[in-house]
């Protein structure tokens, strides 16, 4: 006669994942699978490329100028790294194992936020050790260097906040990158390019609404302001096409996640 086993349940008051070990997890996910290593791979050959070439020059690049060159050849590679780090378990069906460990959806979203956004820190501080040690070497200028820092870095978050946004929202890798890279750069201002040109067409010489609403809703028009001192309407602008392009789809994003059927 075999004896009976008493029957299991779930220990409700069991501590749950602690959240710093699911940002670290998420961490794991940028350096130990293949599609972030190969583009970590590539943003690194860009890197070479422009050190090599800002070595080379006869006259010696300043800081400013070298950081902005080095923050423009990641910034794609950082975008399309935080999409990857959203929507490649979605695409796998691997959600469904991520949501069966941590129940809390909210969590498992921030933790990739927080995930994200460290990993575009740690990006950004290679840029500026990078441009230092270019200038330094080549006895380049320092002139400038708090106001490139500060339009470098916010361009950045920007970016990795939109690229989060559209990721979240879009859930797909394929679509969120098309999202990502060519409704702001390319849609937007193409539209508010043409439609002003037939305003203008209409209504004479002078700016359109077009061109005014540009400074507000066009992010590319909008992050030209960071290259120079900003007042309170260049902070409204950057407040509004923030709240346009990262607030909205991330907030629809959220609420698709947390209500989404997972199969």
């Known amino acids: 006669m075999t004896a009976s086993r008493p029957p299991r349940t779930i220990d409700m008051s069991a501590p749950g994942i602690p959240f710093t070990r699911a940002v670290a997890v998420e961490l794991r996910k940028l350096v130990d699978t293949r599609g972030p290593l190969i583009l970590l791979g590539l943003a690194a050959l860009v890197w070479a490329v422009i050190l090599v070439i800002a070595l080379s020059q006869s006259t010696p690049m300043g800081f400013a100028e070298l950081l902005e060159v080095f923050g423009g050849g990641s910034r794609i590679f950082v975008g ?30 921030a933790a990739k936020l927080g995930a994200a956004l460290l990993g575009a820190s740690a990006l950004f501080m290679s840029s500026l050790a990078l441009a230092a040690t270019a200038t330094v070497i080549r006895g380049g200028s320092f002139a400038g260097a708090g106001a490139a820092v500060r339009s470098v870095g916010i361009h950045g978050l920007f970016d990795v906040l939109l690229a989060f946004a559209m990721a979240i929202v879009v859930l797909n890798t394929a679509g969120a990158v098309v999202a ?75 609420y698709r996640v947390l209500k989404a059927e997972v199969k």
């Open 180 to 254: 990502y890279l060519v409704l702001p750069e390319i849609v937007v201002p193409a539209v508010l390019f043409f439609g002003g040109l037939i305003v203008r067409d209409e209504s004479g010489d002078g700016p359109t609404v077009f061109d005014r609403a540009a400074d507000w809703v066009s992010p590319p028009r909008m992050l030209k302001v960071l290259d120079h001192a900003m007042g309170a309407q260049e902070w409204a602008q950057l407040l509004v096409c923030t709240v346009l392009w990262i607030g909205l789809p991330g907030l629809l994003g959220v």
């Open 80 to 109: 399309v790294l935080t999409i990857v780090l959203v929507t490649a378990e979605w695409g796998q069906r691997a959600v469904l194992t991520v949501f069966t460990l941590e129940p809390r959806r909210e969590r498992v979203i």
